[in-house]
């Protein structure tokens, strides 16, 4: 586990969030507390509001009720269009299904949001795009298009164009659910990196293994509710809830 | 001319084929006028009609229903009604009415041609606009949310993520639409526009010669649309979105 | 990989996501309607509508002469179009050939062009033996549409048959199916699925298209209507015919595009 600077001030805080979809109880109060420069990983069954969660922080849904602070930014008032494109503009979003737009060649995939929605342009864009390929370890794909890229690469793609818009905040939703065991590594691989360069993330995961290791904190959640937080060593080797304690083992055996 | 024209008419002659209009050069002029009008027609019906199927496309997935309804009912009415009913009404209707309004038809800017593009771009704009919905609302619901992410306005969505894949997703069918655009162009001759199969029309009358006419015009219409399926056929490679599909 | 086989697919029909649709036609009553009194605002509505009254028969019967060509043709058409898409995926070239070309020259010329090839160089009465047959212009015109309707119900036949995974061949021998058996239980029942929804399209496009036979002086509800619009030579009466003769074929033609889309929709599912 990464050495964490004493109590940093917090960037994401969840207040009693509750979300409903009909009838059907989503999220059920749900507290959450992430602070600048760490990594918070969350855990838990299908169908638990893993998923939820993130689309609430970055305004794609909006809670019943509760409040969700990003910074400064009451996520839960948020009305009009143009205050949630504001907000996204500061958060990343990495998806299980990369999502990469399909007309696009990866460098465009990567400059497309820059370009157009930050007004950046276009060569520094391009230049920037460059070096975040490098990153990803892509810098030979720039001109390729998503549909010619394994789903490792098409995943680092995703997250280079996330980091294309400097976010202050990156949404990992089980961004390695849907790759073959082989690509598993490289992905994680470039999230551990942006971890340890201090990088604001919440993962949805179920790499136990990994979480462990990279997480500063760990979240599981169970039928729409925390059931228990706290550091990845404790959490995972001295579960202090019983439903807890029952997740861990069946996920590692 | 030069000499091979009356050569190649001679050697039609022996075949039973008179096309001796060829060599009068005003009923000449006048034929290949009828091809310019019909190329004139085709260019701007086709960029017309276009430019109406996105228009109406974004009008219909607009979630607004105020502007969905009324683009929904002009659809339904274009498409299920005759071309040619729609061109009398156009013409016979609301030209004499617009005559009327301004006082006599030497101020009504609109031609028999012009309103022949009029009524093709509506008509097969619906269509158009038809499959382009379909392939707007064939784009995944994560494509959306992704650029959603990415700080994408609405309008923003629609102009780089949902109409460049709709357009690739339709284009089998905007191209289908366009070739039949093509043919249809043919109705001008309804309301005499002047183009070639009215030219045709007028010179057969005189000579009798209606088969030798027919050939010709179904080489020119056969080399349009044989130009049209080419066109469509190349952008669809350009457009083509290497790993998905063929 | 549920995106890339999400993009990857074909495009849905393009009718699919439209039952709702049926929703619309009061709507489009209403538009037509208000169109109506728009344009003969200022006229007496009763008097105009009463002058349309005494067109009535002679535009009802304009009206049989287009339904009567449509199912002419589409009939005709049917037959042929089976016969050439059956020709078209024989085996042998010199069989196939000439059922290629003919679909590529009577789907790739304009209809309007196809009727007056029929009408001017057809001969006005057949000769049989010592029987002369009257050839009269509207059996033309009907041919001048059966012909590109056979191209087109060609293509749909071709079409639904090359569909048909040769898997399910296979998968009907395993369960002891006879040739003829799976063609009967299997085959056609699939392609009959497949033709469908297309062929009734095309009747609908054909049953638009006769109106172009007004063009080459068949009586039809069109001409009937311009003959009626030039006798009367009133502005409103202008009017009321030719939207008369608009809402007539919307209310033709729509149930058949509406029943098209529910069908095209139930076999997508199944
Ligand atoms: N847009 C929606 N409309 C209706 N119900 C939804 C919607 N999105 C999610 N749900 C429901 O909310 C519940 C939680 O979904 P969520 O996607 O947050 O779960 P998750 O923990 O991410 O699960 P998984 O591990 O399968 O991704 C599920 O019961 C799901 O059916
Ligand atoms: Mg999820």
Redesign the pocket.
């Known amino acids: 586990m990464p050495l964490s600077p004493s109590s940093p001030e917090p960037l994401v805080r969840l207040k009693d969030v509750h979300l409903s979809?009909?009838r059907?109880n989503?999220l059920k109060g749900v507290d959450l507390t992430v602070k600048r420069g760490e990594a918070v990983s969350i855990i838990?069954?299908?169908?638990?509001?893993?998923?939820?969660?993130l689309r609430c922080i970055n305004g794609l849904l909006a809670p019943d009720r509760g409040q969700i602070l990003v910074g400064d930014t009451a996520v839960h008032a948020l009305r009009s269009e143009s205050a949630r494109i504001a907000l996204r503009k500061r958060i990343g979003f990495v998806f299980q299904q990369y999502n990469l737009f399909p007309h696009l060649s990866v460098l465009e995939n990567i400059v497309i949001a820059p370009v157009r929605i930050l007004g950046v342009d276009r060569a520094t864009a391009e230049r920037e795009a460059g070096e975040l390929l490098a990153r990803v370890r892509l810098a030979d794909k720039a001109g390729a298009y998503p549909g010619e890229l394994s789903g490792g690469q098409q995943q680092r793609v995703a997250i280079a164009r996330a980091l294309a818009m400097h976010p202050e905040l990156v949404l990992f939703?089980?961004v390695t659910s849907a790759l073959d065991p082989e690509t598993v590594g490289e992905v994680l691989a470039v999230i551990r990196d942006l971890v340890h360069d201090g990088l604001t993330c919440i993962l949805?995961t179920h790499e136990m293994r990994f979480a462990e290791e990279v997480s500063h904190e760990v979240v599981f959640?169970e039928g729409g509710e925390i059931v228990e937080h706290g550091a990845p060593a404790a959490l995972f080797h001295a579960p202090r809830n019983a439903r807890t304690h029952a997740f861990i083992n069946a996920v590692s055996h | 001319m030069t000499d091979w024209l009356p050569s190649l008419v001679s050697g039609a002659k022996h075949l039973g084929l008179n096309y001796g209009f060829v060599l009068n050069p005003f009923e000449r002029t006048a034929w290949l006028s009828g091809i310019g009008v019909t190329l004139e027609l085709v260019a701007l019906a086709l960029a017309a009609s276009l430019l109406a199927g996105v228009g109406m496309a974004v009008l219909l997935t607009s979630n607004r229903p105020w502007l969905q309804h009324p683009v929904r009912v002009l659809i339904e009415l274009t498409r299920n009604t005759p071309v040619l009913v729609q061109l009398y009404c156009a013409f016979f209707v609301v030209n004499m009415l617009l005559n009327r309004v301004l006082d006599g038809a030497q101020h009504n800017p609109l031609t028999a041609f012009a309103w022949v593009i009029i009524v093709l771009s509506i008509h097969y704009g619906a269509f158009h606009a038809e499959a382009l919905r379909a392939g707007i609302e064939s784009v995944p619901a994560g494509m959306r949310e992704s650029a959603a992410s990415l700080g994408f306005s609405r309008r923003q969505l629609l102009w780089h993520v949902e109409l460049p894949l709709a357009i690739r997703f339709a284009l089998p069918s905007l191209i289908n639409n366009l070739i039949n655009l093509v043919k249809t162009t043919a109705l001008g001759s309804a309301i005499a526009v002047g183009e070639v199969t009215y030219t045709s029309l007028m010179i057969w009358t005189q000579h009798d010669n209606v088969l030798e006419l027919m050939l010709f015009i179904f080489l020119v219409y056969g080399l349009l649309t044989l130009l049209v399926a080419r066109l469509g056929r190349r952008l669809e490679h350009r457009l083509r979105m290497p790993g998905y599909g063929h | 990989m549920a995106i890339e086989q999400t993009l990857a697919a074909k495009p849905q029909p393009e009718t699919q996501a439209q039952p709702v649709a049926v929703a619309f036609a009061p709507n489009a009553l209403l538009l037509a309607g208000l169109l109506l009194l728009w344009g003969l605002a200022g006229t007496c509505l009763g008097d105009t509508l009463s002058v349309l009254w005494q067109w009535t028969p002679l535009l009802a019967q304009g009206l049989k002469m287009n339904i009567l060509i449509s199912l002419l043709a589409i009939g005709g058409g049917t037959v042929l179009g089976v016969l050439i898409g059956a020709l078209e995926l024989s085996g042998s070239v010199w069989v196939a050939a000439p059922a290629r070309a003919f679909v590529a020259l009577f789907r790739n010329a304009p209809l309007l062009v196809l009727i007056f090839f029929t009408t001017y160089v057809f001969p006005f009465e057949i000769h049989i033996g010592s029987v002369y047959l009257p050839f009269p212009d509207w059996i033309k015109a009907t041919v001048g549409l059966a012909l590109p309707a056979a191209a087109q119900v060609a293509e749909i036949v071709r079409g639904a048959i090359g569909s048909i995974p040769s898997a399910q061949w296979e998968a009907s021998a395993s369960l002891a199916f006879s040739r003829a058996q799976t063609l009967r239980w299997i085959i056609l029942p699939q392609c009959f699925r497949r033709v469908l929804p297309p062929w009734m399209n095309l009747y609908a496009m054909i049953t638009m298209s006769t109106t172009l036979a007004s063009l080459v002086g068949v009586t039809d509800l069109l001409e009937s209507a311009k003959n009626a619009s030039n006798t009367v030579n009133r502005t409103d009466f202008t009017i009321l015919v030719y939207l008369a003769v608009l809402t007539l074929f919307f209310f033709y033609c729509y149930p058949i595009a509406l029943l098209t889309r529910r069908l095209e929709h139930k076999f997508a599912i199944h």
């Open positions: 979809f009909g059907n989503v838990g069954p299908s169908g638990s509001g893993k998923s939820t969660i939703d089980e949805v959640t």
